[in-house]
């Protein structure tokens, strides 16, 4: 069980749109519809962004959505905002009552 | 509100265990799955295994087999994590996470647990 593959870091001035990957395999992001996202301020617990690829729990911004194409799913935050600055995660179930986490994306409001 | 309350930071030394608890309020504990996921210091966050309070069935990272137990108390509506034979790679913050459905996302996450392994 490999750790998801995410950018390192991903940059963008206020206002603009940026997209965040998440590569998996055929044996978890390909494979089940089962893709969540998290948003983790330094210090502090994650917060569920976005879960089942593309849903957003009530009170998250209807700027974060979510999408998945074979074994990669994506994060975009439209509108970036200064607060957006933190460190994003993706996740999926990967079959049998077991979760992989990606390595993790720091994202830069210039 | 549903919450989810970890127990204190501590520190340990290499070779002890650290039994770390969290306590859910707020939901229906038998109803939904608690998650283990650690974080080592500048780290990403690793899944470390799954507990079902409804009937105790357990799964967990094949590296931590051996020495982590997931167990949880219905009549406190807590869950407990056991660490034995810490080494200092252990040193991390441990979140417990509820499960949203049996397969679902980590939608109510603990504060976090300090476990600092030192001599």
């Known amino acids: 069980q490999s750790a998801l593959t995410q950018p390192a870091s991903v940059s963008g001035s206020p206002g603009q749109s940026i997209t965040i990957s998440c590569t998996g395999t055929?044996?978890?992001?390909?494979?089940?519809?089962?893709v969540s996202w998290y948003q983790q301020h330094p210090g502090k617990a994650p917060q569920l962004l976005i879960y089942?690829?593309?849903k957003r729990p009530s009170g998250v911004s209807n700027r974060f959505s979510g999408s998945k194409s074979g074994n990669t799913a994506s994060l975009t935050i439209s509108g970036l905002q200064a607060e957006d600055g933190s460190n994003y995660y993706c996740?999926?179930?990967?079959?049998?009552?077991?979760?992989?986490f990606g390595g993790g994306t720091k994202v830069t409001v210039l | 509100q549903v919450q989810l309350v970890q127990s204190e930071a501590g520190v340990k030394e290499p070779g002890a265990s650290v039994k770390v608890s969290c306590k859910a309020s707020?939901?229906?504990?038998?109803?939904?799955?608690i998650s283990w996921v650690r974080q080592a210091p500048g780290q990403g966050l690793e899944w470390m295994g799954w507990?079902?309070?409804?009937?105790?069935?357990?799964n967990h990272v094949q590296k931590f087999q051996g020495r982590v137990t997931m167990t949880t108390d219905t009549s406190t509506s807590t869950a407990y994590m056991e660490v034995r034979g810490l080494r200092s790679d252990d040193t991390a913050v441990y979140y417990c996470?509820?499960?949203?459905?049996?397969?679902?996302?980590?939608?109510?996450w603990g504060q976090g647990t300090k476990v600092t392994v030192s001599s």
């Open positions: 707020g939901y229906t504990f038998t109803t939904y799955g």
């Open positions: 089942g690829v593309n």
């Open positions: 055929s044996s978890d992001v390909g494979r089940f519809n089962l």
């Open positions: 996470a509820r499960n949203a459905g049996a397969v679902g996302a980590f939608d109510i």
């Open positions: 996740c999926s179930f990967a079959g049998s009552t077991t979760w992989v």
């Open positions: 507990i079902s309070p409804y009937n105790g069935d357990t």
